[in-house]
């Protein structure tokens, strides 16, 4: 539980070091290379970036070591790495027999090993690395490169080569124009090579029989003719997106598919030959293909905030402006969705009817007028299925009365050793009476209760319910009916009727305090529980105290579907 968690958190706050910008589909393209000249770049890694590459993240701009490393500081566990590799040691025996877990078990551990001593900007450096990197992923081609930058090659080397020592793995070496570099797959029509030159960690994967021409594209050595710097692509798509200069980026669909289907990178042309595939036979559909990724052009992706204080993440699905349209009508209003009220809270916003029309409107197009390649089969068929599955007797029954909800948990605590909470959960609709009629299909008891828009708050008393839940108070509004756990007074749940909508294009919203981890903490730590260690219950409380909140939501925005995460860090 605790690795997986960290992991995540600790995923999501330097993903940052390892995104980037890119051009505009309309960008010019450029597929020929030259020899490298100099040049005075502030962002040194973008010169590798062919403006044409179908993908690709980088920075302009890092953040500073010192709080990159206060960062690092205050979100790693208070409990040493010693417990997580002292379990992991005991888990080898049980993974003997999968060669690549058994591997990536040992890989980690060496590693885990080398980080149990850093302690200061200097023990980072030490490892030959730097705290802030700039680094970047792009594609020549489809063919994937990662580059990252070193504070000391040589000591980086040491490093690299004591960790795989301690993991007993040896690595390959081969040549290519002089430069040697290291083979992590020796075996299979493609491996994954490492580099390190000039001050930088470059990873790829190549075919087996790669020429020193591509290896060449792949080092740098040769570089593309234009690219990400040379058009200026990056801060545009930062102005575009409010994004930081620390990370911008996005995927193109429809250079992918060009690449895809009529390859002229030499790196795409490679890797097909090396895993014997021919390119997707899309030449008498490209109507579909035009028609496809007119309406999803791509992803976009970056930081808009990254510091000691607070980082935020953005993934945006880009659709065109008819898709966009079609979203905002889904979404309605639900009475504190997108609020911070409480120690954490929960909403969905989904007009169901107008759901279920959107999804017939587009099933329907894709009858009438379906796409025409094999290749995009599937994709008829899925709307079809999507149809059918959302016409079900539940959907039309609660569809016309629930347009969604948004759940508050106001305390948690330990009463008499059970778990007692307190909260609200607001279930919005345009037809409350037909609303809880619905409900009561499912739950009798609410027949026999007085509700009416403004009237007293009525108990649910029913047989579901469990002797230990606390007790339950309904409340309705013209617009809404809220159920209180633990809560009687019938201007609290007035104020959860009338909480605020919010004024963005919801369509989820979530919200986690300090606090709630805090008092997850301590209802584990108070009814033990063989599968809750005491080093899960120290990470939560951990959590607690170093995260103020964090943020997750998708939004309906100008250029699509938006998708984010932020976590606000206490000071300390």
């Given at each position: 539980m605790k690795t997986k968690l960290s992991i995540a958190i600790t995923l999501a706050l330097i993903s940052a070091g390892l995104i980037s910008g890119c051009s505009d589909d309309n960008e010019p393209a450029a597929t020929d290379s030259h020899q490298e000249a100099p040049k005075n770049n502030a962002a040194p890694m973008l010169k590798y970036i062919p403006a044409d590459s179908p993908y690709f993240m980088a920075s302009r701009e890092t953040l500073s070591e010192q709080e990159a490393f206060a960062i690092y500081q205050s979100t790693q566990p208070m409990t040493s790495f010693e417990s997580d590799l002292d379990e992991m040691r005991a888990a080898l025996p049980h993974v003997q027999d999968d060669d690549v877990l058994y591997t990536f078990m040992t890989l980690a551990i060496a590693l885990g090993e080398e980080l149990i001593g850093v302690e200061s900007i200097e023990d980072v450096h030490a490892l030959g690395m730097k705290m802030s990197p700039q680094a970047a992923l792009y594609g020549l081609g489809i063919l994937p490169v990662l580059r990252m930058e070193l504070q000391d090659e040589g000591a980086f080397r040491t490093t690299l080569q004591r960790v795989l020592t301690k993991a007993d793995i040896t690595l390959s070496k081969a040549t290519t124009n002089d430069t040697e570099y290291w083979v992590l797959t020796p075996e299979g029509q493609l491996k994954i090579i490492l580099v390190i030159k000039d001050q930088q960690l470059i990873v790829s994967v190549v075919p087996e029989n790669a020429s020193d021409e591509l290896l060449d594209q792949?080092?740098?050595?040769?570089?593309?003719?234009?690219?990400?710097?040379?058009?200026?692509?990056?801060a545009e798509l930062e102005q575009r997106y409010d994004f930081t200069p620390y990370g911008a980026g996005l995927l193109s669909s429809s250079r992918l598919l060009d690449e895809l289907s009529t390859p002229t990178h030499p790196g795409t042309l490679a890797l097909m030959e090396a895993v014997d595939e021919e390119p997707l036979n899309l030449s008498g559909c490209q109507a579909d293909i035009d028609r496809l990724t007119g309406r999803f052009p791509g992803l976009a992706m970056g930081i808009s905030?990254?510091?000691?204080?607070?980082?935020?993440?953005?993934f945006i699905l880009r659709t065109d402006e008819g898709i966009v349209s079609d979203l905002r009508g889904l979404t309605t209003q639900v009475p504190g969705l997108g609020s911070s009220a409480g120690m954490a809270n929960f909403g969905l916003n989904l007009d169901l009817p107008v759901l279920i029309e959107t999804i017939q409107k587009y099933a329907r197009e894709l009858r009438e007028t379906p796409f025409s390649c094999d290749e995009l089969q599937d994709l008829n068929n899925s709307w079809r299925d999507i149809s059918m599955a959302i016409n079900n007797p539940i959907t039309m029954m609660i569809g016309p009365s629930l347009s969604g909800f948004h759940a508050r948990l106001d305390n948690l605590k330990m009463v008499n050793g059970e778990p007692v909470i307190a909260g609200m959960l607001t279930l919005a609709s345009q037809n409350p009476m037909g609303l809880l009629s619905t409900i009561s299909t499912f739950m009798p008891e609410l027949q026999a209760l007085e509700l009416a828009p403004g009237g007293e708050p009525q108990k649910i008393e029913s047989m579901m319910l469990p002797p230990e839940a606390p007790a339950i108070y309904a409340a309705m509004s013209d617009t809404a009916i809220v159920l209180g756990a633990?809560?009687?007074d019938q201007a609290l749940l007035q104020e959860g009727l009338d909480a605020p909508v919010s004024e963005r294009d919801l369509l989820a919203y979530g919200y986690l305090t300090g606090?709630?981890?805090?008092?997850l903490a301590d209802i584990m730590e108070k009814s033990p529980s063989p599968e809750v260690s005491q080093?899960?219950?120290?990470?939560?409380?951990q959590y607690g105290n170093t995260f103020e909140n964090m943020e997750y939501w998708m939004e309906v925005g100008d250029a699509g579907v938006e998708m984010s995460f932020s976590v606000e860090l206490v000071s300390p």
């Open positions: 792949v080092l740098g050595k040769t570089l593309p003719d234009s690219n990400i710097d040379d058009t200026n692509a990056l905030e990254y510091n000691t204080d607070r980082v935020e993440t953005n633990g809560i009687s606090e709630f981890y805090r008092s080093s899960d219950i120290e990470l939560f409380r």
